[in-house]
């Protein structure tokens, strides 16, 4: 086929040549018709071979990268034939990486090759995508940092994007901010995400009971709801929402609890309660321990350096309460707190003489300092209530060293001297700790509950001075667990043996 046309081409030419040699012998009007189609003969076939095939290629294309593996097909057409088989495509192309490439289509002609220049653009036009995990919407406790929960990046051209995300906080009101991460790929496309952080109230209010946790009342006393303040972070003050449920029978012996609720604006709720001993006092409220087969022990429960007005007489409560006798080593007491030592007295305790100064400097200088401190005290307990005690804790114990730097050996002197005077000293060996570094009413149950032992005399180191509470708070959970592990309580009596420290001065 391709052939027939080269005939053609050939045939027209020697027409023409055989036309112009026969036309010599012509004239007149055919002779102008025969060179005149003689000569349009000649054009035609020379047109004809001149004539350049038709290829359906542009100057350049773009491809985006990584969508193709080669190039679109090529359609070529010569003399009114589909030659598109016989192109041949010189260069290559890499459709996997940006970047300009050059190709060359080739078609042979009649006369050589016909060749076509095509330059190849291989580009990203796609953005990176960025796929949040977790949520669009996150909600967080407004006391808290945003955790991120993580991100992934994809590109169609680029390897790993990851580190060249950039996270920007983006305020929109106080309840709620914006995280935007932005991304540019190398062909710098640029992509971004964006995810709502809203800031969510999770902190319940807190309540603050006025007055005590548990309070003790006799019976048939009046119960005065004292109440109690709420504060929240975010709605302020509270108190007014208070609801306050529960009831408390003065006329009936038992334990009474009083509920406080309260809820902030997003319903977080926070309760306290609060209980309420009717206690009868005529009557231990403990039942005894009856479990035949526990051991013994007895605890002596003592409390040095009182009265004060603001914990000895709630530490009598909770005595009366529990049905239990201690003894409280005093000081000097003033007119006000006298009637304090009148109710230990008169509830059955033992009153002892800690001494009328508590002052290391002023009681250790001589054995007659000392001698004078407690008799001084033993008179003024005396004339005030008409009780006499014969009973003494040495200030720091019989083991202080402090006394040393007042008057040598003065401790050795004394523990027989107060013995020769008819006076019993008592030391003690389980310790609450409570005037030294204990911080907590847990600490204080944890010292003395793991200092007792049982077949013993327990004899128990505590304070009654002004504001310590954390004793106050731990007694009656001490109390309560002497009696659930088969303890008896007792105060000091004439029974009770001396317990003795080793003396070191
Ligand atoms: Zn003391």
Sequence with gaps: MWYLFELIFYVLIITTLIILYKVKKLSGLKKYIIIVSAIFALALGITFALEKPI??????????????????????????????????INGEVD????????????????????????????????APVITLEGNEIEKISYNKEYEEAGYAVTDNSDEDLYDNVTVTKEEVNEKEYKLIYTVEDSSHNVSTAERTVELIDEVAPVIKLKGDSTIYIKLNDKYTEQGATANDEIDG?????????????TSKEGKYKITYTVKDSSENEAKKTRTIVVYDESKPSVTPNTNPSSETGVIYLTFDDGPSSSITPKILDILKAKGVKATFFILNYSAANEKLVKREINEGHTVGIHGYSHTYSEIYT??????????????????STGYDTIYTRFPGGSSNTVSRNYCKGIM?????????????????????GDAGDVKTSQAVYNNVTKGLKHNRANMVLMHDFSGNTKTLNALSDIIDYGLKNG??????NSSTPMIKHGVNN
């Design 55 to 88: 290829v359906s290629v542009t100057d350049s294309i773009s491809y985006e990268v990584k969508t193709h593996e080669n190039l679109d097909i090529v359609q070529a057409y010569y003399h009114f034939l589909n030659v598109s088989d016989k192109v041949q």
């Design 95 to 126: 459709f996997n990486k940006v970047g300009n490439y050059k190709v060359e289509y080739v078609i042979p002609t009649l006369f050589g090759n016909y060749t076509k220049e095509q330059t190849i653009e291989i580009v990203d036009t796609t």
């Design 237 to 249: 003050e509270l108190t007014d929402a208070i609801k306050t449920s529960g009831k408390v029978d």
């Design 366 to 383: 001589s054995v007659d300092a000392y001698m004078n401190n407690i008799t001084k005290l033993r008179d003024k307990i005396k004339k």
């Design 412 to 432: 050795t002197v004394l523990t027989k001297e107060v013995v020769a005077r008819g006076y019993k000293y008592f030391d003690w060996n389980v310790s609450s």
């Design 487 to 492: 303890y008896t309580f007792s105060s000091i």
